[in-house]
């Protein structure tokens, strides 16, 4: 598996995305095609044209698995604050400009990340999916 992070290399922790949103197909698995749009920060609406699972390789070298859209249009994968939250994580500040998300029942760090000006920035990469066995249809 080789990794894939947004243009300039960053994966963002947004605080209004509703789910986790990541350009490339390729990061996908047990993906499923579907038709339904968006709305980002600025008013644009942006296609979700699938959605399905990837792996995301943190800073420690531990790989999560989480359910995302994949939405082609974005400039950068985004991580939902609020998903995280809701899977019993907390943000904890560890320094001027660092952070982590704590999985409160066993207190390990999920991920860390910094704030690069006024955006937080997760130390991760995200993998690529390899290729989905194709499932051969079932002759009687």
């Not at 194709?134 to 002759?139: E, G, R, W």
């Amino acid at each position: 598996m080789s990794s894939r992070e947004g243009k300039n290399g960053l994966i963002l922790l947004d605080s209004g995305c509703s789910d986790h949103m990541i350009p490339t197909r390729s990061s996908f698995f047990n993906y499923a095609p579907m038709k339904s749009s968006v709305e980002i920060a600025d008013g644009q609406k942006l296609q979700i044209v699938g959605s399905g699972h990837i792996k995301i390789k943190n800073s420690f070298g531990q790989v999560h698995t989480l359910k995302a859209l994949h939405v082609p249009d974005l400039s950068h994968p985004l991580i939902s604050f609020g998903r995280l939250f809701l899977k019993n994580c907390d943000f904890v500040r560890q320094g001027p400009t660092s952070f982590a998300f704590v999985d409160v029942s066993s207190s390990a760090k999920l991920f860390t990340g910094i704030v690069e000006g006024k955006i937080l920035a997760i130390a991760a990469q995200i993998l690529d999916s390899p290729g989905e066995p194709v499932i051969p249809a079932h002759k009687h």
